[in-house]
């Protein structure tokens, strides 16, 4: 491929791109239960002539092609799953699937994932090595990057580099951003049991009451940030259910709380699980309540290779000099990329899409949350010079 024609060709197979996103939009599915849409990726990426292969981590599907001259291989990732959100937009694709909703963007990954394997399947000759196009199930919390991996996506060949990205509402369009190193959070959920003894709102001395030992074991846990973690290290302890009781009057045996921790560092991680265990104890003991607590690991932190970063900066400053460009963004929400990213080197980042003038400023995961489709072209032109960045296309002048 010549350069300079990268970005037009992402643009002219813009109507190909918004078909696919508007289609997927209007038919989303949950994680592991991408079957539609996951029929409709093996069915083109078949066309395009990729070796297809389905039900790696249940519902996800890659496409495998090699090119015409050896060289390495580069694995491309692309998340399917929708969520369980009831659209709240009135254009002529919302969803036509009561109670879930594609809120995240992952109809437009989808999009631009096929849009980049069919511009790479037409440039065969000029392919060195090959490459995996991924799509992945259940990115939301469900575990799909695991699946895959467990299903050894990562296994014959071995990628040499990763890819990833996500189309980014918090952001305008015409902003991308990267960080080398840590980008985004490890994310962690917990649970907090606290047992009590339960009786009549009027008489409290005769009762253990777990909500007043909720409400100091909620505040006591936002002291470990305040005063256990340095104010020039990130991270972020957040409930997100309180449970327990049913009527006004009635102290209830049990309240649970659930929340989320998110971190960058791993020692600020056990820190951070240490000191929670170390308050529910004694705050449990001192209020007379038996209170547990459970963990679990979400994903582990998004840890980008300065070397392949470093070629982003490149693709960016070539085809989009005048775009808003941050080398140095992090945030707080987790991906499950981050798996990937464990075993193989790679980059994943961020591409503006929120648009003002177009009223498209809702958050990910909001009920009205759409996005500028003008991001799937930049994020393909991104992707295929990145491809053409890690050696994979050779020139054809
Ligand atoms: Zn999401
Ligand atoms: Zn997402």
């Known amino acids: 491929m010549k350069n300079n024609n990268i970005f037009e060709s992402a643009e002219n197979n813009f109507f190909y791109s918004q078909k696919l996103r508007r289609d997927f939009h209007k038919n989303p599915e949950l994680g ?47 998340d399917m799953d929708a969520l369980p959100i009831q659209e709240e937009n009135s254009n002529d694709y919302i969803s036509t699937n009561s109670g879930v909703m594609h809120a995240c963007g992952h109809d437009g990954h989808m999009s631009i994932g096929l849009t980049v394997a069919k511009i790479i399947s037409e440039q065969k000759n000029q392919l060195n090595g090959t490459i995996k196009f991924v ?26 580099y990763c890819l990833g990205l996500h189309i980014w509402n918090e952001k305008p369009f015409g902003w991308i951003g990267v960080n080398t190193g840590p980008m985004m959070a490890a994310a962690d959920t917990f649970e907090i049991k606290i047992v009590g003894k339960g009786g009549h709102g009027g008489l409290p001395n005769k009762t253990i009451d777990p909500i007043n030992t909720a409400a100091q074991i909620i505040n006591a846990i936002q002291t470990i940030i305040t005063r256990n973690i340095s104010p020039l290290e990130n991270a972020v302890i957040s409930f997100g259910s309180v449970n327990g009781g049913s009527t006004f009057n009635v102290i209830p045996d049990v309240v649970l709380l659930t929340g989320t921790i998110r971190t960058f560092d791993p020692m600020i991680r056990e820190l951070i699980i240490k000191r929670i265990e170390q308050i529910c104890l004694s705050l449990g003991e001192g209020m007379g309540c038996k209170v547990e607590f459970h963990i679990d690991e979400i994903t582990p932190a998004v840890v980008n290779n300065p070397q392949i970063v470093s070629k982003l900066s490149n693709v960016i400053q070539e085809y989009f000099p005048t775009f808003d460009f941050d080398p140095n963004y992090q945030s707080m929400v987790s991906e499950d990329f981050s798996f ?49 960045q890690l050696g994979f296309l050779s020139c054809s002048n």
């Open 340 to 388: 990937f990213l464990n075993q193989v080197p790679g980059c994943f980042f961020f591409v503006g899409s929120a648009n003002q003038e177009k009223n498209l400023v809702f958050g990910h995961h909001h009920p009205k949350f759409d996005f500028d489709e003008k991001v799937i072209p930049v994020s393909v032109s991104c992707l295929l010079g990145m491809i053409d």
């Open 135 to 160: 799509f992945q199930p259940a990115e939301e919390g469900l575990g799909g990057a695991i699946a895959m991996i467990q299903d050894g996506v990562l296994e014959n060949p071995r990628p040499d």
């Open 32 to 78: 592991f239960e991408e079957f539609r849409t996951s029929g409709i990726i093996a069915k083109e990426l078949h066309s395009f002539g990729y070796e297809v292969h389905k039900g790696v981590g249940r519902t996800g599907v890659t496409g495998f092609l090699e090119g015409n001259n050896p060289g390495n291989h580069l694995l491309l990732r692309f």
